[in-house]
């Protein structure tokens, strides 16, 4: 679909199950044309069933409104809520209230506390276990010849990952994929069937996952191990610890940012595979040389995370528009992550892209996505595990997708590949 048969007046993109379901074709054509157009396209919020009504918000489509908003946290602030279109009813704030949603000083103090937990020297320790669970988890598969990519390979990465970080039992991770599962799937029926009570779901999920975290920091201060929530609790990490809320919202914070994101990266990443198979090609020809940049390509194309949303703290101006104290915008990284002025022919996926100035992890500033580095470990594990065991890997139907407007996620991906692997 090319840009001209788009009118951007006709484009809503707060119409959840209008836009948001339309093909992804769709999708990028309607950025395509708001990105054109000159100015800021405005909309009001999305209907949801919680959330105070607002005044609305400013659409940022190119790249470089992007990284300047990004850039200038005191002026595009994120304590009024940026991980979502709406603002937050108080009750949901002492789940969701993480440091996603704060500003200086607060979210400078806990990114220091929790980014030991995520050095290098910590990720390299992670390693080999994030190697060893890639092995586990196509050893159950490989002998079938067919699986669903979603549940049975991709998911499982992150999951059983973040969860030995934290130190949740196996016993436990079936239940944080369901709860992280209706956090990040409340616009879609499929997780949350009574549409009556999204916000009680909603709700309910922090809840469950705050019971979860709150038992087990009992158990670790009368029993530290290594795991991560031992040392942000009982932690003296230069002197500071979390309190016992601040260590639910992170966790919630952590379990589904750390989830949901690989999970479909790594989903999208075999059906792009799927319907380029010159890319594959490439790919197998020279794994450890074009691993690096397929790893981000996938990123960009994925772009997992659809946007993030910033209110303004003092006037400003983005692309000819004067933005107002109080204004919102959303800055829609899948939409930067296409802009012809950043990307040559951005509709191409193209594994050994170079340069790739994507930020599907975020724009520079101090949000920055906290596990990029081992997002990017995953996803490279997990691709090496599969290009080199089932290599001819490949969807057998179109991606089920899930209705947000913030995930770009995929419920469902059935694959085939060879029984047994081929060598
Ligand atoms: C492909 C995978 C991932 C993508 C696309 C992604 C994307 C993002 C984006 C767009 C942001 C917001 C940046 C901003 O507001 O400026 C973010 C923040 C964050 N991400 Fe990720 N993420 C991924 C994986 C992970 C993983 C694996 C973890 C942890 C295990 C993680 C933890 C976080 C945290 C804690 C934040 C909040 C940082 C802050 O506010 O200071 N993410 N991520």
């Avoid at 009556?196 to 809840?207: K, V, Y």
């Amino acid at each position: 679909m090319s840009t001209d048969e788009l009118d951007p007046a006709g484009i809503d993109l707060s119409d959840i199950n209008g836009f948001w379901s339309r093909p992804i074709e769709y999708r990028h054509a309607a950025f395509d044309a708001l990105r054109a157009r000159p100015g800021l396209p405005f909309y009001a919020e999305p209907d949801f069933s919680f959330g105070q009504p607002g005044p609305g918000y400013y659409a940022l489509t190119r790249l470089d409104d992007i990284v300047t908003a990004s850039r200038t946290p005191a002026v595009y602030i994120s304590g009024e809520g940026a991980a979502g279109a709406v603002d937050f009813p108080v009750e949901l704030r002492e789940f969701y209230g993480s440091m996603i949603n704060m500003d200086d000083p607060r979210h400078g103090r806990l990114r220091r506390i929790v980014s030991r937990g995520f050095t290098p020297k910590m990720l390299d320790a992670l390693t080999d276990n994030v190697s060893q669970v890639a092995t586990r988890i196509v050893d159950e598969v490989i002998e079938s010849g067919e699986c669903d990519a979603v549940a049975d390979l991709a998911a499982k990465l992150p999951l059983t990952i973040i969860c030995d970080m934290m130190g949740i039992p196996a016993s436990q991770h079936r239940f944080v994929f369901d709860t992280t599962n209706v956090i990040l799937g409340t616009q879609d029926p499929e997780y949350v069937p009574d549409r009556s009570n999204i916000f009680q779901a909603f709700l309910d999920a922090g809840q469950d996952m705050a019971n979860l975290v709150r038992e087990l920091a009992k158990l670790r201060a009368e029993h530290p191990t290594d795991d991560l929530i031992s040392k942000l609790t009982n932690a003296e990490i230069d002197g500071e610890s979390l309190t016992p809320d601040e260590l639910a919202s992170f966790f919630i914070l952590l379990v589904a940012a750390g989830n949901e994101t690989t999970r479909n990266a790594i989903s999208w990443g075999i059906d792009l595979l799927t319907k380029n198979p010159e890319q594959r090609t490439a790919w197998l020809a020279d794994l450890d040389g074009v691993t690096p940049t397929a790893v981000e390509e996938i990123v960009r194309w994925a772009s997992p995370v659809i946007f993030m949303r910033r209110v303004l703290a003092e006037p400003a101006e983005l692309s000819g528009q004067r933005l107002e104290p109080g204004d919102r915008v959303l800055m829609f990284y899948w939409a930067a992550n296409r802009d012809p002025a950043h990307f040559e022919h951005p509709e191409r996926f193209d594994v050994r892209r170079s340069p790739n100035p994507h930020i599907g992890f975020g724009g520079p500033g101090p949000h920055f996505c906290l596990g990029a580095h081992l997002a990017r470990r995953e996803i490279t594990v997990m691709f090496r595990e599969l290009l080199t065991r089932i290599p001819d890997i490949h969807a057998t139907a179109e991606p089920a997708r899930l209705s947000s407007q913030f995930i770009n996620g995929i419920k469902r991906l059935p694959v085939a590949f060879t029984p047994g692997g081929t060598m």
